[in-house]
């Protein structure tokens, strides 16, 4: 029986502040103004570097706090709504075909993503016109792997009909932003019953539908175990293919925080016993999903889209705010929308901040991303790759890392990094060692 008591050292307070949810090394505040788009640009012109699967993320603006309407100071009513979205759309196949503009030829695309929110406010038409735009200017097959994300309020069945005939073949559910606290801890009792009947619904339409691949995302704020059972009690019932949890709020004493990983471990057997496994960073597959096999076969991989069966994926970024990774190169859009339109506008590709990676952040990431995915890394394959002595170069992260081992979250020798079971709750502690532009 795996052994799950809660560590009693110095990592317990500053495990809620995860780091490493975007796959992201490092992260956008450590990206300057000063970056030259063109380097990415040239990459994106070469096709890529080591011929790596490239990735397109569609990025919307969130829906919460109607970010169109907000950030075009006007009057928000329906009309002027759906405007807004179709000026959006206009201006992201506008960056399709710049985009396609750079290349020497269409780039053959393995994975789309649809995410940011908004695009589920999108009618039928609109969602043609981009997946025709995409189809017309990269090379698109039927083993591409075309996800988007929902939000159980719009899980209409227009929506759901509109993501099935235009292709998308994976769903990732999004509950974090339903105040799903008042479903952990509700205020309003018919509130949370309303959340819970929407999210449940979502599932279940998903289903009905034929999409095979669905992910949950849940969102907690409030360490109440009784009512967290409730929730994931009914939704491993509905069978979902991914379950991610995801803790919010920096407690501000140990004892909060210590609260907090009791319900982290407690959510972690719930799970287990309900056929899913842990991945890692608080993510869990079902027995029989493809992540699960990955993982017990070294082939799971984590980059700028989480956890994935694919190898690490260049990513070409579209919309507003979205990041894009071309080898060792990051770049963030504009998130500003009037920015972004401007830049549009000019024929210019809308770039506000990005980072190429130096050799320690190439190094650091690898270490990073091979502890989150494995669990382990070995000291012989870092000096092989990047011509260091691993203990010399990480001997200030070795001696933090103690306090970590003293508690059961890892082990160390002359050889590797393992982390324990129990560690793989704790990971973010741990990469955070690591990480330069934090410490």
Do not use: W
Not at 25 to 31: D, L, Q, R, S
């Amino acid at each position: 029986m795996i052994d799950l008591k809660i560590p009693d050292s110095s990592p317990v307070e500053r495990l809620s502040r995860n780091h490493y949810y975007r796959g992201l090394y490092p992260a956008p505040t450590a990206f300057t103004n000063t970056f030259n788009p063109k380097t990415y640009l040239n990459q994106v012109n070469k096709g890529g570097t080591n011929r790596r699967p490239l990735l397109i993320d569609l990025h919307f603006p969130p829906y919460y706090g109607n970010a169109l309407l907000r950030n075009n100071h006007r009057n928000p009513k329906k009309a002027h709504h759906d405007a807004l979205l179709r000026q959006y759309v206009d201006y992201l196949i506008r960056e399709i075909r710049l985009l396609r503009d750079f290349c020497q030829q269409a780039p053959k695309i393995e994975q789309i993503t649809i995410d940011g929110g908004m695009q589920m406010l999108l009618d039928r038409h609109q969602f043609e016109r981009l997946v025709q735009t995409l189809e017309q200017n990269f090379r698109l097959d039927q083993k591409t792997v075309f996800s988007a994300t929902l939000n159980p309020r719009f899980s209409r069945n227009t929506l759901i009909s509109i993501y099935q005939e235009i292709g998308i073949n994976e769903i990732a559910i999004d509950a974090r932003n339903l105040n799903t606290h008042d479903l952990l801890h509700p205020d309003d009792e018919h509130t949370a019953i309303r959340h819970e009947i929407m999210t449940l619904n979502a599932i279940h339409a998903a289903q009905r539908a034929g999409f095979t691949s669905i992910r949950i995302t849940l969102g907690i704020t409030k360490p109440f175990e009784n009512k967290l059972d409730a929730a994931l009690e009914k939704i491993v019932t509905t069978h979902p293919n991914r379950i991610d949890l995801r803790y919010f709020g920096e407690p501000a004493i140990k004892n909060a925080a210590e609260d907090q990983i009791h319900v982290r471990l407690h959510a972690a057997r719930l799970l287990s016993n309900a056929g899913y496994i842990h991945i890692g960073l608080n993510s869990f597959a079902h027995h029989d999903d493809p992540l699960v096999k990955a993982q017990q076969q070294g082939r799971l991989h984590y980059g700028i889209q989480g956890y994935s069966i694919f190898p690490d994926s260049d990513v070409l970024a579209l919309g507003v705010s979205a990041i894009g990774k071309m080898g060792a190169i990051l770049l963030q859009k504009h998130q500003n929308l009037a920015c972004y339109y401007a830049e549009l506008d000019q024929n210019q590709f809308p770039a506000m901040r990005g980072l190429e990676l130096s050799l320690d952040d190439l190094l650091r990431r690898s270490v990073i991303y091979a502890l989150i995915s494995h669990g382990i890394i070995s000291f012989e394959s870092a000096e092989t790759f990047f011509s260091i002595d691993f203990r010399r170069y990480f001997a200030t992260e070795l001696t933090a890392l103690r306090t970590h081992e003293s508690t059961g979250l890892l082990n160390i020798n002359d050889e590797e990094i393992a982390v324990t079971t129990k560690g793989r709750f704790f990971i973010d502690s741990i990469c955070r060692i690591f990480d330069r532009y934090l410490n």
